[in-house]
């Protein structure tokens, strides 16, 4: 497994929210976690990338423990989380805050050429290379935060609810998006969502968390057809 969370527990100083979380990935899967709000779906993104400290189990990558490594160092491995809060530096330009996604990659031309590949993915990006990051629409900020996350060259991207606050087709740039990376890098994802039905129909996997614990999983598509699922996620 590339990406696996072991018996994970986690949560805000004595309060514990994750309990027992196993997550699993191979390299190049896309994947999702769905669940109700509340339930601990960022909880546990933020675990594995590292701005959480895990109470037990383990964050594995690559072979490799990263549970309890400072965010930086996740980064550094190659584990990107794109927050739903979208913590852009506002007051930089869509450049600059690209160039900040870079901070571990010290070869200029590498970061150019990875330059060069975002604008490309998102062209609105590049038009509005010199826009401050606050001044960007909702859906302009959710690509400049995906795109400034790709600056680092990760093996795995974590995405914090890549449609919340955007329309259907600015949610299907973002989605495309996502499926080309996953395609043409072989980028890891996991997104998290709330829009259950795009999710499951763009993913292989995916993981139902209710109050902190997975309470099922599979193939996108069987989850999909599940009629409990149906009824509470997909208003059918
Ligand atoms: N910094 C924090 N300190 C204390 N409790 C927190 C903190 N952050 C989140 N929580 C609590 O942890 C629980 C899980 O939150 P989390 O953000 O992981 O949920 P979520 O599944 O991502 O929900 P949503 O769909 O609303 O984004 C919630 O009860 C939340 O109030
Ligand atoms: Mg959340």
Request: proline share 2%.
């Amino acid at each position: 497994m590339f990406l696996k969370t072991e018996a994970l527990d986690a949560g805000y100083g004595f309060l514990q929210i994750l309990r027992d979380v196993n997550i699993c990935l191979e390299e190049g899967e896309f994947s999702c976690l769905l669940g109700p709000n509340g339930t601990g779906k960022t909880t546990t993104l933020k675990t594995i990338a590292g701005l959480i400290k895990p109470m037990k189990g383990k964050v594995i990558f690559n072979g490799q423990e990263i549970g309890g490594l400072a965010g930086n160092k996740v980064v550094q491995k190659g584990v990107v989380y794109v927050s739903e809060a979208l913590n852009l530096f506002t007051n930089m330009s869509v450049h600059d805050n690209l160039l900040m996604g870079a901070f571990t990659v010290k070869d200029h031309e590498k970061i150019k050429k990875r330059l060069d590949y975002v604008y490309d993915l998102f062209q609105r990006l590049k038009q509005r290379h010199g826009q401050l990051a606050g001044t960007m629409s909702g859906g302009e900020r959710k690509m400049l935060a995906i795109a400034r996350g790709l600056m680092s060259y990760p093996k795995v991207i974590l995405v914090d609810e890549p449609s919340f606050g955007l329309s259907p087709q600015m949610t299907d740039v973002v989605f495309d998006a996502l499926d080309v990376l996953n395609r043409e890098q072989n980028l890891t994802v996991l997104v998290v969502e709330q829009n259950a039905t795009k999710t499951l129909e763009a993913t292989k996997n995916g993981y139902v968390m209710e109050n902190g614990v997975i309470v099922m999983s599979g193939a996108s598509k069987d989850l999909l057809a599940d009629e409990g699922i149906q009824k509470t996620y997909l208003g059918l």
